[in-house]
């Protein structure tokens, strides 16, 4: 709960003409731990026209939280996954570029940190899992941070369906 999101459109882009319009909203059921687990869906609107240039990017933002490490401590390892759903084959099938990224922002000194950079969410639908790994002293023990996953759509140059991605179960794991 308490994620908020936010669009961006960049290149040649009029949103719902020449680029996907993108949109966030939360479902009440259905995701990856079954039909009474909420989670965060970016979808995106189909297109009559071509596209070409253009690049649509939805990101969810996370509530702020302060970074604990272990009991204080710097750990040992930090593990970062994201549940995702994606509806997109039939764009990944027309060759548009969808890519998924997640990253730790610092809100109180330290700098931001990649925790999933650039990966496909690919054409299989259902739930799965993306893992980054990123180094144990990656994050500041007692900083505080917000999570930001994006989704970008572009390389566009057919005419598009609509599609979405789900979101569930992210987790930073020291």
Do not use: M
């Amino acid at each position: 709960g308490g994620w908020t999101d936010s669009v961006e459109y960049g290149g040649l882009c009029v949103p719902a003409v020449t680029c996907p319009q993108l949109s966030g909203s939360y479902q009440s059921g259905g995701g990856a731990d079954g039909s009474g687990d909420g989670y965060i869906r970016t979808d995106s609107g189909a297109l009559t026209v071509t596209a070409l240039l253009s690049t649509s990017t939805h990101t969810w933002l996370s509530p702020a939280f302060t970074y604990n490490g272990i009991e204080g401590q710097v750990p040992d390892n930090l593990r970062f996954s994201l549940s995702v759903n994606p509806g997109v084959t039939e764009l990944l099938n027309l060759g548009v570029n969808v890519k998924v990224t997640a990253r730790a922002i610092a809100l109180s000194g330290g700098g931001d940190r990649t925790l999933v950079d650039e990966v496909s969410p690919g054409k299989a639908g259902g739930w799965k899992t993306i893992n980054g790994q990123v180094g144990p002293d990656a994050l500041q023990v007692g900083k505080s941070y917000r999570i930001e996953i994006s989704v970008s759509i572009g390389g566009l140059a057919a005419v598009l369906p609509a599609g979405s991605i789900g979101f569930d179960d992210v987790a930073l794991r020291a």
